[in-house]
């Protein structure tokens, strides 16, 4: 009896949200866009309005959808736009909720994609900061570092990791380090969330993931240290995962990311 019932709990703890790598999306690259797309610019320090921008160019010969709604045959493409021509570029994505969003392209598709964020209250100065669309074989599953991350006041730091499938509540380990003297600063698990908050119509789009948005805030022991590298690794089986930082000067708001 109690083999079954762990057996269940398992089972029911593994569902993932949507079918995966079969059924809806089997037909169907994934591509993470680690930042939302926004409805409207999102007000942030410091008098900062933040926007992100989206542009997709289908280089195939014959018409292909790049879309947030993956189709099964037959189906018609309601919530997104029609096909794009051969040599078309244009923003494939929506708004969705969340820190993320999932686009896709027909596996036959040979696709450019790029990503942009923007402080559109400063945009006489800046054209804002490109950010990597992260494709199947960019992903992680086993450790990865993020290095040379700055703690100093000048910057705010934000961490965020994403699960690249669509399972609900995997967890990794991330431990913080002094870049100069190898000590570890902090040590701690985080659970990858979906956190749409039961809307079923986010299922696919938006991926469950991880974020601190101020990584001195919450882990003011760092602070000793003037850089730090940031250790991830996967606690759950089988997860398929990113990561990066954000780092923005908190008087210029020109944001950095640092890659794995």
């Keep these: ?27 169907w ?46 189906e018609i493409c309601v919530q997104c736009r029609g096909p794009f021509a051969p040599g078309e570029t244009a923003d494939p994505s929506s708004a969705t909720m969340g820190l993320g969003q999932f686009i896709y392209a027909e596996r036959a598709a040979d696709v450019s994609l ?21 494709r199947e074989s960019d992903v992680f599953t086993g450790p990865l570092t993020l290095l040379d991350v700055p703690v100093t006041p000048e910057f705010r730091v934000a961490l965020r990791v994403y699960d690249f499938d669509l399972f609900d509540g995997r967890e990794v380990k991330f431990r913080l380090i002094d870049s100069a003297s190898g ?30 948005g101020n990584l001195v805030a919450e882990f003011p022991q760092i602070i000793a240290a003037s850089r730090i590298h940031i250790a991830i690794e996967p606690m759950t089986p089988g997860l398929r995962f990113w990561a990066f930082v954000s780092v923005t000067n908190n008087e210029t708001q020109h944001v950095t990311a640092l890659l794995p």
């Design 1 to 27: 009896m109690r083999r079954t019932l762990i057996l269940s709990l398992y089972t029911l703890l593994s569902v993932p949200l949507a079918a995966d790598h079969t059924g809806r999306y089997a037909n």
């Design 29 to 74: 690259d994934r591509i993470l866009i680690p930042f939302a797309r926004l409805a409207s610019p999102l007000p942030g320090e410091n008098g900062s309005l933040w926007t992100v921008h989206v542009m997709a160019r289908n280089n195939s010969n014959a018409p292909m959808f790049i879309t947030t709604d993956p189709l099964l045959p037959g």
């Design 114 to 134: 790029a990503v942009r964020v923007q402080d559109v209250s400063r945009q006489a100065q800046t054209w804002g900061t490109s950010v990597p669309v992260v």
């Design 183 to 212: 000590v570890l600063l902090a040590d701690t698990r985080a659970r990858l969330s979906a956190g749409f908050n039961g809307d079923h119509r986010m299922v696919g789009r938006v991926p469950p993931t991880f974020s601190i």
